[in-house]
């Protein structure tokens, strides 16, 4: 059994303590590294943006092909084709930034309106948005993006629409949840009777007093599926096409290079893939945490 | 299973069994959908995919007409589907239903090793955080499958293959299923199942579920009774605990592991649904994608299906909901 420790958060809902002293250590080191992570994706793409990059990322090089991280003036080594993999690391964050952006707000706006529809108005919305869910659902979604490339041709917005269609059932069921939990308190009667119009209810009240956090970690959470998506359609061939660099494709173009010993070739990239997606899952996971569950534990 | 819970079993089944056929015509709605909005219509040639070959090549095309409106479309193409014939592949030429079927057994194998690989390392960690709480030993591991879940797929794919190939000298000669040349092939069948298992995300998301589950079950009134009684605890709290989350959770994740499915079929060269898949979206196969969609979606439907029937089963008085 746990040791007893005075759980000085209980005091009442409003309680003036710090919210470092009301969570465990665990979720603030996930929400640390999150935002770190955050932090250096948007620096790094507003670097790739306007080309502060350390090296051009096209220029060849065939005289240092497949430099060890380290050489001189390459920080993490070179490519096949002597470009600076660092820029190019950098350069990739371009490709799923913004789509990422698109699908997120997508997933966010969708759910939103179905998650409200659902839950304050219940009844048949409900059913009928319950089926809708279901029927999402029931596509893997890199199959779904597959069919979507094959009828249309393969552009990454288009794909990353169909992403943010596929999470919008999420989001509207965990605001459905919530709004269901809300209906309950007492102020929403309290608004109904003072004669609010429903809007305000629903958008002051209901949403962004009390549903914000849980919309800041579903944006995570499909930022971070965004780029799995992304990079996993580049190198699968679909994304963004040599030369210019994606993560995934990056990993595609080393693979050959893999079997031959060269690893870092496919693992910069890879390891940018895993180290970003962790942070975004992590700052998920400690934010949901800290916002949402675990009061007084 | 008691003998009673037969009457609810059979309750739910049919009406799931409704619910699943009302959710697949919605999914061949939604691939209509998406293949009639495609430029060039590509649903003349799937229509005429469905003729028969020798209507089409005696040239009765003109005759009998591919239907013009887009819901006598939709009502042709659904009642050939429903009969089984999905069309056939462009760039084959071979019909659909056949081709994804028979490939889709491989897939299937994949999926379902997978699923167990995973139980088998999320399961133990998991019962142990719920027993145990946080502490040395379960936190480490629990951090270690979060980092595991993000790792791309594609890329542990190409660590195992080389970790395989280079340092215990097994060759991939021989891909996919019938690998019988060297003695350990049939150990490399094993390594994308492996792949899949630890690849597909779904390690970190079993463990946080059945790790919350199973600590409110430990929790309950009814465990501290059985502790009291000296009873087993795992005879009582395996149902709710252990047995309904781990079906729930398997059952929602199976999309995810068959999207998972196409990448690693891609990286060994696995002869599956999702290969197949990659390949036709390359070619704009659309026949061949379109009938994978379905397919998938049904395997995703039987496997919500199965997880109601194991919810009921396990507690005959959910029917009445």
Same mark, same amino acid.
């Given at each position: 059994m746990k040791s007893y420790t005075? %759980?000085? !958060? $209980? %005091?009442?809902?409003?309680? $003036?303590?710090?919210f470092w002293k009301k969570t465990d250590v665990v979720d603030l080191v996930y929400v640390g590294y999150g935002l770190f992570i955050v932090t250096l994706v948007v620096f790094s793409y507003i670097l790739g943006t306007f080309n502060l990059? @350390?090296?051009? @990322?096209?220029? %060849?090089?065939l005289e240092l092909m %497949?430099? @060890? @991280? !380290?050489?001189t003036g390459h920080l993490l080594g070179t490519d096949f084709m002597g470009r600076d993999i660092l820029s190019r690391l950098i350069v990739g964050i371009q490709a799923y930034f913004l789509p990422g952006l698109l699908a997120v707000f997508i997933a966010l706006f969708f759910g939103t309106i179905l998650g409200v529809l659902a839950g304050y108005r219940g009844g048949r919305f409900e059913t009928a948005i319950t089926y809708v869910t279901n029927l999402v659902d029931s596509f893997p979604r890199l199959v779904l993006i597959l069919l979507v490339i094959a009828a249309f041709k393969p552009n990454i917005y288009y794909i990353m629409i169909v992403v943010g269609l596929t999470n919008v059932p999420v989001v509207s069921s965990h605001i459905r949840g919530k709004i269901h939990f809300l209906k309950q308190k007492n102020f929403v009667e309290a608004g109904v009777s003072l004669g609010l119009p429903t809007r305000t209810i629903i958008?002051?009240?209901?949403?962004?007093?009390?549903?914000r956090s849980l919309l800041i970690i579903q944006a995570t959470i499909g930022m971070a599926e965004a780029i799995l998506m992304e990079t996993s359609l580049s190198y699968l061939g679909f994304g963004v096409q040599e030369p210019t660099p994606s993560w995934g494709n990056m990993v595609q173009a080393g693979a050959n290079y893999f079997m031959q010993g060269k690893f870092w070739l496919s693992t910069a990239p890879a390891l940018s893939i895993l180290f970003t997606i962790l942070g975004f899952h992590l700052l998920g996971d400690g934010l949901n945490n800290i916002l949402e569950g675990k009061r007084g534990k | 299973m008691k003998l009673s819970a037969i009457r609810p079993i059979a309750l739910v089944l049919s009406r799931e069994l409704a619910i699943t056929a009302l959710l697949l015509l919605g999914v061949s709605f939604v691939v209509f959908i998406i293949l009639y909005l495609s430029?060039?219509?590509p649903f003349s040639v799937l229509l005429e995919g469905q003729m028969s070959t020798a209507e089409a090549r005696a040239g009765l095309r003109e005759v009998l007409g591919v239907p013009k409106s887009w819901h006598a479309q939709y009502l042709s193409w659904l009642t050939a589907m429903l009969q089984g014939n999905f069309g056939t592949s462009i760039?084959? /030429?071979?019909?659909v239903l056949k081709e994804v079927l028979r490939v889709g057994l491989n897939t299937l194998v994949l999926t379902i090793g997978s699923m167990l690989v995973t139980l088998i390392i999320a399961v133990p960690i998991a019962l142990y955080s719920a027993a145990r709480g946080t502490n040395r030993v379960s936190w480490p591991l629990t951090m270690f499958s979060y980092v595991v879940s993000a790792l791309p797929v594609f890329w542990l794919g190409y660590i195992v293959i080389y970790f395989f190939t280079h340092? +215990? /000298? +097994?060759?991939? +000669?021989?891909?996919?299923?019938?690998?019988?040349?060297?003695?350990?092939g049939w150990l490399y069948t094993l390594l994308p199942i492996f792949v899949l298992g630890i690849g597909n995300g779904t390690i970190s998301e079993v463990i946080r579920y059945l790790r919350d589950e199973m600590g409110r079950v430990m929790a309950e009134d009814y465990i501290r009774t059985a502790r009291a009684k000296g009873a087993s605890v795992w005879k009582h709290a395996?149902?709710? /605990?252990f047995l309904i989350p781990v079906t729930e959770i398997i059952a929602s994740k199976i999309p995810f592991i068959l999207g998972g499915a196409v990448i690693v079929e891609q990286v060994f060269n696995w002869q599956g649904m999702g290969r197949m898949a990659w390949q036709a979206a390359q070619d704009r196969d659309y026949p061949v994608i379109m009938g994978i969609a379905i397919i998938s979606a049904v395997f995703v439907r039987l496997g919500s299906l199965f997880q109601s029937i194991v919810y009921v089963a396990v507690n005959p008085r959910a029917s009445k909901e």
């Open positions: 005075q %759980i000085s !958060g $209980e %005091i009442g809902d409003l309680s $003036e303590l710090p990059l @350390p090296r051009d @990322p096209q220029e %060849i090089d %497949i430099a @060890p @991280p !380290g050489t958008l002051k009240h209901i949403l962004w007093h009390n549903c | 430029p060039g219509d760039r084959t /030429g071979l019909p340092k +215990l /000298g +097994l060759f991939p +000669l021989v891909l996919g299923y019938s690998s019988s040349a060297q003695k350990f395996y149902k709710e /605990g």
